[in-house]
């Protein structure tokens, strides 16, 4: 609800001020005095497109401020600034904000209807929520709502998992090819420092058996061997300790050495014994080597390298592999919660269906009341079911309001055909009979007396009250019959000072709004008789 609204330097209003009041707020005034650049600045305040033409001529900018007291008791100042070289601003307790935020909140706070842009009916995508909120659909809004959240989850998952599915194939591919290589050598941990020793030994294998040879003749059986020789050098040792104590020690290391000498004599004869060099064992030994190598040109550089590439290759390949049987879940999962999906948005479908009759009904009977007696209304449904990218939170439905004023017309849509005043007067029904917002927001309706008069009129004023209980009201009109229902009034007034053109707006008494109703009834010329009948008209109003 808007508390206070100031307008500085916009188009010919120099610096006006005003206050608002709960209800029916009523706006008057002569053509072309303003009133419309009042309808203007909350256009802008709501986030309308601003131009430098709308900039008083010498003023460095334009700016609308308003005071708004939103739905939990807390007021916020929303301010629009407007620079004569076109820059726009828009502020939010003093806090800069983007064009965007400001459009936002002041669609939450206010509604424009009449001609200007800020036509609610004329956004198609507004009449499914208008219908919704007239048959209080909420609760399978909801469930719709979170069906298709649970569905878009599943199906954004498995676009994303199916994205990927070639980059995946052609990693599989190269895996499998990179793990055949690996699997058809199957290297062992550390067998290239084995084969390398044995490549060593099989190269040298005739000199390294007649050095084992050799070795063991000279050591143990040969002539003059040493173990021989060693024993009589034992002997000797122990005769000579006997006589001199002091080669005592040396005996101490006799089993020691002699053990020694006899475990490395037995080796060399086991060792020249056993070796024996199966043909063709080099050639295997030098090709298990180069394929080693090259598995460590490619995954090394060590085989140790090898065998931790190895490990990887194979633990992404599996989880390669389990995306596949993932995707193939998620496949069933798209299509469960799809037709849970399905099932919330056609009992929704069905619900609106029905409710769309009555509405169309309801609507009928109340535009007759305002003037329009031969008024069709109806909702035409478009069913996306059958199309999951049209499916959306709200449901299946596409629907778009359809509308004829005139006997013997069809139908056609409300966007294409509708007037001004006509809009005015079906949006005014609609928020009769509906409850799309939280009381408290402030409409704005200009033009809404367009075309009637007389009792239609009384009618119009009727029903504005009505409404006003649910919200604040500021109504545009040049109808006595309407402005009498107001439950406060000013005028709007355009005049030369200091040979500027202004505009001004004075908030009415009881005298001077029946002067006003009087004017309105018959222009500039009061009488008595006719001002008397503005004071009736608004006793009959209890003011």
């Known amino acids: 609800m ?44 709501r986030g309308s497109r601003a131009s430098t033409d709308l900039v008083r001529t010498g003023a460095e900018k334009a700016v609308i401020e308003a005071a708004v007291e939103i739905a939990d008791g807390t007021e916020r100042v929303l301010r629009r600034e407007v620079s004569a070289q076109g820059r726009s601003r828009a502020f939010i307790d003093d806090r800069l904000v983007s064009t965007t935020t400001l459009r936002a909140l002041g669609a939450q706070l206010l509604d424009l209807h009449g001609q200007h842009e800020h036509q609610a009916l004329l956004d198609p995508t507004s009449h499914l929520d208008l219908l919704d909120n007239y048959a209080g659909l909420d609760k399978q809004r909801l469930l719709v709502r979170n069906a298709y959240k649970t569905w878009r989850n599943a199906a954004s998952e498995l676009e994303q998992t199916n994205q990927q599915a070639s980059d995946r194939a052609e990693r599989l591919e190269l895996l499998a090819f990179q793990l055949r290589e690996l699997d ?41 061997a040493v173990l021989e020789t060693l024993q009589r050098v034992w002997k000797r040792v122990e005769e000579l300790a006997a006589l001199d104590p002091t080669f005592a020690v040396h005996l101490d290391a006799k089993d020691t050495v002699t053990t020694s000498l006899e475990e490395m004599a037995f080796a060399l004869r086991s060792y020249a014994s056993g070796l024996d060099v199966a043909p063709g064992r080099l050639q295997d030994v030098e090709n298990r080597l180069a394929k080693l190598e090259g598995l460590k040109r490619r995954f090394g550089p060590s085989l140790g390298d090898v065998h931790t590439r190895w490990t990887r290759l194979r633990e992404e390949a599996t989880q390669l592999e389990s995306f596949e049987r993932d995707s193939a879940t998620l496949t069933l999962r798209v299509e469960d919660t799809g037709r849970a999906y399905i099932a919330a948005a056609e009992t929704l479908s069905r619900q609106r269906r029905t409710h769309a009759v009555t509405l169309g009904h309801t609507l009928e009977r109340d535009l007759a009341d305002l ?40 139908p056609k849509a409300l966007v294409r055909i509708v007037s001004g005043g006509e809009l005015s007067r079906v949006m005014l029904a609609l928020r009769t009979v509906t409850s799309a917002d939280d009381g408290g927001k402030t409409l704005v309706f200009d033009e809404v007396d367009a075309g009637i008069g007389g009792e239609a009129a009384d009618r119009v004023g009727a029903k504005l009250r009505i409404l006003a209980q649910q919200y604040q009201i500021l109504c545009v009109t040049h109808l006595p019959q309407i402005a009498s229902h107001g439950s406060s009034h000013c005028r709007v007034d355009k005049a030369v000072v200091n040979g500027r053109t202004t ?40 003011e």
């Open 2 to 45: 808007i508390r206070y609204l100031t307008i500085r330097d916009l188009a010919v209003i120099d610096t006006l001020e005003l206050t608002l009041e709960p209800g029916l707020n009523i706006l008057s005034g002569e053509t072309g005095a303003g009133k419309s650049i009042v309808v203007g600045a909350l256009g802008l305040l």
């Open 503 to 542: 505009t001004t707006v004075q908030w009415l008494d009881r005298e001077t709004r029946a002067a006003e109703i009087a004017r309105m009834m018959t222009g500039t010329r009061i009488s008595t008789s006719v001002l008397r009948t503005a004071r009736e008209l608004l006793s009959d109003r209890g």
């Open 371 to 410: 003037a329009m007696p031969r008024t069709r209304f109806r909702v035409e449904f478009l069913d996306a079911s059958s199309d999951d990218s049209q499916w959306t939170e709200r449901g299946i439905d596409r629907a778009e309001f359809f509308f004829s004023a005139n006997l013997g017309e069809s």
């Open 184 to 224: 058809e050598v199957e290297p062992a941990l550390d067998e290239d420092i084995a084969l390398a020793a044995e490549q060593q030994i099989l190269a040298n294998a005739d000199k390294v058996h007649r050095l084992a040879a050799e070795s063991f003749t000279d050591l143990y059986d040969g002539d003059g």
